[in-house]
Each structure stands twice: as structure tokens, then as C-alpha cells.
T-cell receptor, first 115, second 113 residues
């Protein structure tokens, strides 16, 4: 299994509080992604990173910020959590098309509940 | 970015071939077609990918039409463990080498005993 871990795995917080989710990899992969998954919406890309300090927005980036200060960590921050951000968040990593298959490896997900 | 269209759900009898279609009519010449599946609440799992030619691996076959506007994922002998949501995605590579992967809502495949 790809070395990717997400933390925390479960979190309950209140509206208006800041929340940071961490994705950590041991594969030295270039690309890292944050997705959210909600019933009826499939997986939606929030932000992704194509290198240290290089990030770009996805489909649903409003209300989220990210940082990647080193290859192995990709942080997703909700500056002021809202109930609409209650979701399951998945991190994924990839070596890109230059790697063997270019496939994405996913973490186990982080379930966030905003009350 | 190229978008994909998939049926919301499909059923397939156990032991039969499951054929999952995907439409990607706006795909560009340098964009790959990838298939993933997600079982229950686990993270999605890679199945197969292709650019122009048909591909086969131990899990499935991928048939891409000559004009590349659609593709079909084939699970040759479906089992109950193949019940999952299947995602067809197009892998966009920008001029800067950034690889953005956007998933749609996928097809929920149910294998019937």
C-alpha cells in the first residue's frame, strides 16, 4: 500500500472554528490532492499541489486554503468552518504521468462534522 | 477541461461481463482516460488507463473509440466484490505539467447474484 496517511480521521467541530487536515506521504510523490465527497456529488477536487509551494484550485476551493511547505505534507485548512463543509475528505498522491501508471493513491479519508 | 458523462447506475449478473460506458466528447489529444472504483467508503482504487489504444490488465479491459470521444470499461467476469461506484476521468496535463484530476459522480454498479 502507498504510504499515505490522513489526520485526524474523525473530527467534530463547531461553526466558525478553524480546522486543519493533514495529509502525509512517504512516497516522495510530486502531486498531492484534496477531494471532498458528499452524497450525490461524487468526488470533487478542492485543491491540488504539483510541488513544494506550488498549488492550484480545484472545482470547490471557496472556503479552503492549502499549504505545502515540504514534499511529504499537504495541509488543508478551513479558516472558519461552516456546516456545508461537513464531508468526508480524501487526500491523494501521484507520481504523475511520468511515473509507472500515473495512478492516484488515496488515503483512508477524514470525516469532518461541523455543528 | 474535458468532462465525462456516465450512467448513474447499472446492474450486472454475477459471472457475466460488465460493460460500463463513458462519454468524453471534448477530450483533447494529450488527455488520458482513467478508470477508478470506490467500494463503500474507502478511497478510490485505480483500475486502468489509456490514451488511444485498447488496454487490458488483470482487473479489466478498456476500449477507447477511434475518435476518443467515448470509452468502455469491461469487467470480464463480474463478481459480487465488483459492486462499487466506477469513475471515468480524463487526466488533464497543462502546459506547465500540472496534472489536474477531476472526478464526476460515477456509475454505481451492482452485481446481482
Amino acid at each position: 500500500d502507498a504510504g499515505i496517511t490522513q489526520s485526524p480521521r474523525h473530527k467534530v467541530t463547531e461553526t466558525g472554528t478553524p480546522v486543519t487536515l493533514r495529509c502525509h506521504q512517504t512516497e516522495n510523490h510530486r502531486y498531492m490532492y484534496w477531494y471532498r465527497q458528499d452524497p450525490g456529488h461524487g468526488l470533487r477536487l478542492i485543491h491540488y499541489s504539483y510541488g513544494v509551494k506550488d498549488t492550484d484550485k480545484g472545482e470547490v476551493s471557496d472556503g479552503y486554503s492549502v499549504s505545502r511547505s515540504k514534499t511529504e505534507d499537504f495541509l488543508l485548512t478551513l479558516e472558519s468552518a461552516t456546516s456545508s463543509q461537513t464531508s468526508v475528505y480524501f487526500c491523494a498522491i501521484s507520481g504523475g504521468l511520468a511515473s509507472n501508471t500515473g495512478e492516484l493513491f488515496f488515503g483512508e479519508g477524514s470525516r469532518l462534522t461541523v455543528l | 477541461d474535458a468532462k465525462t458523462t456516465q450512467p448513474t447506475s447499472m446492474d450486472c449478473a454475477e459471472g457475466r461481463a460488465a460493460n460500463l460506458p463513458c462519454n468524453h466528447s471534448t477530450i483533447s489529444g494529450n488527455e488520458y482516460v482513467y478508470w477508478y472504483r470506490q467500494i463503500h467508503s474507502q478511497g478510490p482504487q485505480y483500475i486502468i488507463h489509456g490514451l488511444k489504444n485498447n488496454e487490458t490488465n488483470e482487473m479489466a479491459s478498456l476500449i477507447i473509440t477511434e475518435d476518443r470521444k467515448s470509452s468502455t470499461l469491461i469487467l470480464p467476469h463480474a463478481t459480487l466484490r465488483d459492486t462499487a461506484v466506477y469513475y471515468c476521468i480524463v487526466r488533464v496535463v497543462s502546459n506547465f505539467g500540472n496534472e489536474k484530476l477531476t472526478f464526476g459522480t460515477g456509475t454505481r454498479l451492482t452485481i446481482i447474484p
